[in-house]
């Protein structure tokens, strides 16, 4: 079984001209079939974590270990990682000019396969996951990104996810900007996912409406850099009552 | 009624990434009244067979601003004189086409366009031979001439017509390699209802300056389409012109180029539109990468008062793929009448940036491939079009190698 251990995190950024500490130790494991979800204010390191985990050259490690099934993901680069079974739902996902959606997914489930997938299923297997999404056939003769709605950059990262099969999928805010039809939408997608049992879910979001549709086996609540306290679903709905003032009076960092 | 489109973006801004260091995109649509033209009438000589009619260029003209003239190794101020190993020429074409090697007296020289600017007429004025390939009317090739043209080391100046009779039609390729300083003039004449494709690579040896002008003369109802191929040289400065002889012609204009650290590749065309019921389309897209390198298009499109039914349009993408590259990328429209179908042109320039990189590497693409893909990609729809299948693959095989260069020495 699938775990991802995140182990004393410490995690650094160069803003202007300066070096500030973001992540201050954090602690996480995600087994397989586990969904866990990581709740926070502005601020408070939540994207950090996410982008740290897939390895964006933007932020730099300088402390703790992450595992993927006891192998150093620190020591991967990007595409390592991600041919390693972790998976990054990006909250921003950028345009490319100059490649098709076709072209992308299946360049992308190539180098994560290990093999090219075969035409005719293939072809089927995307049409049908589109289908599931609400996605038109037309999207996958689009430029990856280019001129998407919000919610058709979620769908786009969401249809990803089903193809791509990861061992750990981490969602980052992929709730922001969807109304309430587009977040049914891409929740259903995820839990699909997730009904496999063949996957970790690292959800992070700042609001608690997108856990009425994607149920999390363990609530995180994170806080200027660290996870400042873990529980149940029942987490979730005080977080939902009382909101995070309770854990923001030692003062926030800037993601 | 007139259809004006202008629609320059700088699409670096929505890609997330800071535009590349000092590039520029910019356009203009004029519609005049009067018969004057500003895009005839900025260059600063009129056009002449004759180099002692221009001015040694300083570089400050409107036609040179942006060439290092330092790096013409003479071509402009007459102290690049020519070498007996300048250029080989080889000239491989079907059975029915002639090809002959003619003096400067030959009536046949000049139809097609004068030179513009002092280059060429340098050209013109030093040649010692003028290749004619003339393809009798009515000939249908079913095989591409090709014309090889491989630079010995030395300077050369040449000439070269090209000539398609009417309802004849022809493929022509024509492959720049080795090192060379050469300037040149190159006409394409043809007749009415003919129909060229010419495919012009530019694929040099690093050293290499190159400076032409091409004219094409298209005659009633004929169609000329032509795909300039730009890869290699120090200095690649080419200049398509277009006019028409008769109503109904077409031109198809496609380039592509990729410019590498240090290179400077300069396309400017003149469409001019001095007929009525003629189409132009022009598509140039170009890569950059590494230190210095430098591209720079120019689109000019004259639409003139007597060119009623005029249907045009202009396209120009870059796509900066590392820090260090620069492009001028400058599209002019320039309307006399307002009866015509159509007129537009666009001009962006976007960036491959650590972001893109990130989101497919984030995908499990490998960062080679990463590029090769959106490069790939950027390109493809041009080089489909091309319709010569060997050279389709060599310009895949070609495009390929280039970003070699750059995985190599970047991350």
Redesign the interface.
Same mark, same amino acid.
């Given at each position: 079984m699938a775990t991802l251990e995140i182990h004393d995190l410490h995690v650094t950024v160069e803003a202007d001209n300066a070096t500030k500490e973001i992540l201050k130790g954090v602690d996480l494991t995600v087994k397989q079939g586990e969904t866990h979800a990581i709740m926070g204010p502005n601020g408070s390191g939540k994207s950090t974590l996410a982008y740290s985990l897939a390895g964006h050259p933007k932020y730099t490690i300088t402390g703790g270990t992450v595992t993927l099934d006891g192998e150093d993901v620190l020591e991967m680069s990007v595409d390592e990682r991600a041919r390693a079974g972790l998976f990054l739902a990006m909250q921003y996902p950028v345009e490319i000019p100059g490649v098709s959606v076709s072209n992308f997914l299946r360049t992308s489930a190539t180098a994560i396969r290990g093999e090219a997938p075969k035409l005719r299923t293939w072809v089927k297997e995307v049409k049908e996951a589109m289908q599931r999404l609400n996605m038109d056939p037309s999207f996958a003769e689009r430029n990856v990104n280019e001129g998407f709605s919000g919610g058709e950059k979620k769908r786009h990262e969401i249809l990803q996810l089903e193809l791509l099969k990861p061992k750990i999928a981490i969602l980052d805010e992929t709730d922001s900007g969807l109304d309430v039809d587009a977040l049914r939408i891409v929740s259903e997608g995820v839990n699909r996912v997730r009904e496999s049992g063949e996957v970790g879910t690292l959800l992070i979001t700042h609001y608690t409406r997108i856990l009425r549709y994607i149920k999390p086996d363990h609530v995180h609540v994170f806080s200027a850099g660290r996870i400042v306290e873990s529980g149940g679903p029942e987490l979730a709905d005080k977080l939902e009552n009382e909101g995070y003032e309770a854990y923001t009076t030692k003062g926030g960092v800037s993601e | 009624m007139a259809e004006a489109q202008n629609s320059p973006t700088l699409?670096s801004a929505? %890609? #997330?990434g800071p535009p590349s260091v000092g590039s520029t995109t910019a356009g203009s649509i004029a519609v005049a009244a009067a018969a004057e033209s500003t895009v005839a009438t900025r260059m600063s000589a009129p056009p002449s067979f004759d180099v002692a009619d221009f001015p040694v260029p300083h570089g400050r003209e409107e036609e040179w601003r942006f060439t290092p003239l330092e790096r013409l190794r003479g071509l402009h101020d007459g102290t690049a004189v020519a070498t007996g190993a300048g250029v080989k020429v080889d000239v491989q074409a079907p059975e029915g086409v002639t090809v002959e090697a003619v003096g400067r007296d030959d009536a046949r020289l000049g139809r097609a366009g004068i030179p513009v600017d002092r280059v060429a007429a340098q050209a013109y004025s030093s040649f010692e031979a003028a290749g004619v390939i003339t393809v009798p009317r009515e000939t249908v090739l079913t095989e591409p001439i090709r014309v090889a043209v491989h630079g010995e080391g030395g300077v050369a100046y040449g000439h070269q017509i090209i000539e398609l009779g009417a309802f004849a039609e022809a493929v022509v390729v024509i492959d720049h390699t080795g090192d060379a300083v050469l300037a040149a003039n190159v006409e394409y004449v043809l007749g009415d209802g003919a129909k060229l494709t010419v495919v012009s690579v530019q694929d040099w040896d690093d050293r290499a300056v190159h400076v032409a002008q091409h004219n094409a003369l298209i005659g009633r109802d004929a169609t000329f389409k032509s795909f300039v191929v730009t890869f290699g040289g120090d200095l690649v400065r080419l200049h398509p012109r277009i006019a028409y002889a008769g109503p109904g012609g077409e031109a198809e204009l496609f380039g592509l180029y990729f410019t590498d650290a240090g290179q400077h590749q300069e396309h400017r065309l003149l469409v001019d539109h001095n007929t009525p019921h003629c189409k132009s389309n022009v598509a140039y897209k170009g890569a950059l990468q590494g230190e210095g390198a430098h591209a720079v298009w120019i689109g000019d499109v004259l639409i003139e008062a007597k060119a009623e039914g005029t249907d045009t349009y202009e396209l120009n993408r870059n *796509?900066v793929l590392t820090d260090g590259a620069r492009v001028d990328s400058v599209p002019n429209l320039e309307i006399e009448t307002g009866e015509i179908v159509g007129a537009g042109h666009a001009s962006a320039t976007?960036r491959f940036d650590?972001?893109?990189l &990130?989101? *497919?590497? !984030?995908? #499990?693409?490998? %960062?080679n491939?990463a590029r090769r893909?959106?490069?790939r #990609? &950027? &390109? !493809?729809e041009l080089v489909q079009q091309i319709g010569v299948d060997d050279i389709e693959q060599r310009l895949l095989t070609k495009i390929d190698e280039e970003l070699e260069t750059v995985s190599g020495s970047g991350r």
């Amino acid at each position: 079984m699938a775990t991802l251990e995140i182990h004393d995190l410490h995690v650094t950024v160069e803003a202007d001209n300066a070096t500030k500490e973001i992540l201050k130790g954090v602690d996480l494991t995600v087994k397989q079939g586990e969904t866990h979800a990581i709740m926070g204010p502005n601020g408070s390191g939540k994207s950090t974590l996410a982008y740290s985990l897939a390895g964006h050259p933007k932020y730099t490690i300088t402390g703790g270990t992450v595992t993927l099934d006891g192998e150093d993901v620190l020591e991967m680069s990007v595409d390592e990682r991600a041919r390693a079974g972790l998976f990054l739902a990006m909250q921003y996902p950028v345009e490319i000019p100059g490649v098709s959606v076709s072209n992308f997914l299946r360049t992308s489930a190539t180098a994560i396969r290990g093999e090219a997938p075969k035409l005719r299923t293939w072809v089927k297997e995307v049409k049908e996951a589109m289908q599931r999404l609400n996605m038109d056939p037309s999207f996958a003769e689009r430029n990856v990104n280019e001129g998407f709605s919000g919610g058709e950059k979620k769908r786009h990262e969401i249809l990803q996810l089903e193809l791509l099969k990861p061992k750990i999928a981490i969602l980052d805010e992929t709730d922001s900007g969807l109304d309430v039809d587009a977040l049914r939408i891409v929740s259903e997608g995820v839990n699909r996912v997730r009904e496999s049992g063949e996957v970790g879910t690292l959800l992070i979001t700042h609001y608690t409406r997108i856990l009425r549709y994607i149920k999390p086996d363990h609530v995180h609540v994170f806080s200027a850099g660290r996870i400042v306290e873990s529980g149940g679903p029942e987490l979730a709905d005080k977080l939902e009552n009382e909101g995070y003032e309770a854990y923001t009076t030692k003062g926030g960092v800037s993601e | 009624m007139a259809e004006a489109q202008n629609s320059p973006t700088l699409d670096s801004a929505r %890609a #997330g990434g800071p535009p590349s260091v000092g590039s520029t995109t910019a356009g203009s649509i004029a519609v005049a009244a009067a018969a004057e033209s500003t895009v005839a009438t900025r260059m600063s000589a009129p056009p002449s067979f004759d180099v002692a009619d221009f001015p040694v260029p300083h570089g400050r003209e409107e036609e040179w601003r942006f060439t290092p003239l330092e790096r013409l190794r003479g071509l402009h101020d007459g102290t690049a004189v020519a070498t007996g190993a300048g250029v080989k020429v080889d000239v491989q074409a079907p059975e029915g086409v002639t090809v002959e090697a003619v003096g400067r007296d030959d009536a046949r020289l000049g139809r097609a366009g004068i030179p513009v600017d002092r280059v060429a007429a340098q050209a013109y004025s030093s040649f010692e031979a003028a290749g004619v390939i003339t393809v009798p009317r009515e000939t249908v090739l079913t095989e591409p001439i090709r014309v090889a043209v491989h630079g010995e080391g030395g300077v050369a100046y040449g000439h070269q017509i090209i000539e398609l009779g009417a309802f004849a039609e022809a493929v022509v390729v024509i492959d720049h390699t080795g090192d060379a300083v050469l300037a040149a003039n190159v006409e394409y004449v043809l007749g009415d209802g003919a129909k060229l494709t010419v495919v012009s690579v530019q694929d040099w040896d690093d050293r290499a300056v190159h400076v032409a002008q091409h004219n094409a003369l298209i005659g009633r109802d004929a169609t000329f389409k032509s795909f300039v191929v730009t890869f290699g040289g120090d200095l690649v400065r080419l200049h398509p012109r277009i006019a028409y002889a008769g109503p109904g012609g077409e031109a198809e204009l496609f380039g592509l180029y990729f410019t590498d650290a240090g290179q400077h590749q300069e396309h400017r065309l003149l469409v001019d539109h001095n007929t009525p019921h003629c189409k132009s389309n022009v598509a140039y897209k170009g890569a950059l990468q590494g230190e210095g390198a430098h591209a720079v298009w120019i689109g000019d499109v004259l639409i003139e008062a007597k060119a009623e039914g005029t249907d045009t349009y202009e396209l120009n993408r870059n *796509l900066v793929l590392t820090d260090g590259a620069r492009v001028d990328s400058v599209p002019n429209l320039e309307i006399e009448t307002g009866e015509i179908v159509g007129a537009g042109h666009a001009s962006a320039t976007g960036r491959f940036d650590d972001e893109q990189l &990130f989101y *497919l590497m !984030a995908r #499990g693409i490998p %960062a080679n491939e990463a590029r090769r893909l959106v490069v790939r #990609g &950027f &390109f !493809a729809e041009l080089v489909q079009q091309i319709g010569v299948d060997d050279i389709e693959q060599r310009l895949l095989t070609k495009i390929d190698e280039e970003l070699e260069t750059v995985s190599g020495s970047g991350r």
